[in-house]
């Protein structure tokens, strides 16, 4: 039985279970694919750039399970519909969606044009519909339970200067997790999300620090309070147990991994109770 269906057949309960992994070709996309391979799981990754997509179906293959990739936009509802109906003739479909596919950049919102907000929103809300929705679509007609586990950013709900667009976008996919979980409930799909804070990605060093990595660490230590920036390998471990049967009882959640980032840095006293 695969992990989704309830009797875990292997120690994570997720040996057996075919994953599909949007964004799967880089950061917390292919660690994620890794790490469900890693347990045991059949893995699917989907994306816009068949070269990186290649790379992780190989490094997938390496350990041992089966591996396959759908080359497609997001926001295009037709191709992702082509590679859902395709993932279901080779593969039987999958029984757990990761949605991690999605992008952003740093811009004031004063100087953000509409094209940008709107560029932004469509493929962080509007590609994680249709790809949730395409999926429910094929579970509930096989009539499996299925998991879906949606990527955001703690950003959310603590917003960043020069973020608005994206806050808002990924502030729609945690309501959207809601929705979608109280309406497919009864046909056994949970729908959850998790929110990393800051995490050391090649993607956040090219898009938002100008290809300095150096800076990730200075930023991490002023505004996480654990002092650090989390890896992709830690976001792929929750995001594997969220969709393991361990959290078959939890739906409509989103969960914070940001070493407390969104606590705030707090009021700092000194040692003789006064305000720092």
Same mark, same amino acid.
């Given at each position: 039985m695969t992990a989704v269906g309830g009797a875990p057949s292997g120690a994570s309960g997720l040996e057996g279970a075919r994953v599909l992994v949007t964004g799967g070709g880089t950061g917390i996309g #292919?660690?994620?694919? +890794? @790490?469900?391979?890693?347990? $045991?799981?059949?893995?699917?990754? *989907?994306? #816009?750039?068949?070269?990186? +997509? /290649?790379?992780?179906?190989?490094?997938? #293959? @390496?350990? $041992? =399970?089966?591996?396959?990739?759908?080359?497609?936009?997001? @926001? %295009?509802?037709?191709? =992702?519909? &082509?590679?859902?109906?395709?993932?279901? /003739?080779?593969?039987? $479909?999958? /029984?757990?969606?990761?949605?991690?596919?999605?992008?952003?950049?740093?811009?004031?919102?004063? %100087? +953000?044009?509409?094209?940008?907000w709107r560029s932004v929103v469509d493929l962080n809300l509007t590609g994680t519909f249709i790809c949730s929705q395409a999926f429910a679509a094929s579970a509930i007609a096989r009539q499996i339970p299925a998991r879906i586990v949606n990527i955001?950013?703690?950003?959310?709900? &603590?917003?960043?200067?020069?973020?608005?667009?994206? =806050?808002?976008? @990924?502030? $729609? =996919?945690?309501? *959207?997790? &809601?929705?979608?979980?109280?309406?497919?409930? /009864?046909?056994?799909?949970?729908?959850?999300?998790?929110?990393?804070?800051?995490?050391?990605?090649?993607? +956040?060093?090219?898009?938002? *620090?100008?290809?300095?990595?150096?800076?990730?660490?200075?930023?991490?230590?002023?505004?996480?309070?654990?002092? &650090?920036a989390g890896t992709p390998e830690e976001v792929a471990a929750m995001i594997a147990f969220m969709a393991s049967p361990s959290c078959a009882y939890m739906t409509g959640e989103t969960i914070l991994l940001d070493g407390g980032y969104a606590l705030g840095p707090g009021i700092h006293i000194d040692r003789d109770g006064k305000y720092a």
């Open positions: #292919r660690a994620t694919a +890794l @790490r469900f391979a890693s347990l $045991g799981a059949h893995v699917a990754v *989907l994306g #816009r750039t068949r070269e990186t +997509l /290649e790379e992780s179906v190989e490094a997938i #293959r @390496r350990i $041992g =399970v089966e591996a396959t990739l759908c080359v497609a936009d997001i @926001r %295009d509802q037709d191709a =992702v519909a &082509r590679a859902f109906a395709g993932l279901n /003739e080779t593969w039987g $479909g999958a /029984e757990i969606l990761i949605n991690n596919a999605g992008g952003q950049f740093p811009k004031l919102a004063i %100087d +953000l044009s509409i094209n940008a955001v950013t703690a950003a959310a709900i &603590r917003p960043s200067k020069g973020l608005a667009h994206t =806050v808002s976008a @990924r502030a $729609g =996919v945690i309501a *959207l997790t &809601r929705a979608l979980a109280l309406e497919w409930a /009864e046909h056994r799909i949970t729908v959850n999300a998790v929110a990393p804070g800051m995490i050391d990605t090649s993607g +956040l060093v090219e898009a938002e *620090l100008d290809g300095d990595a150096s800076i990730i660490g200075r930023i991490a230590a002023a505004s996480v309070p654990l002092g &650090r």
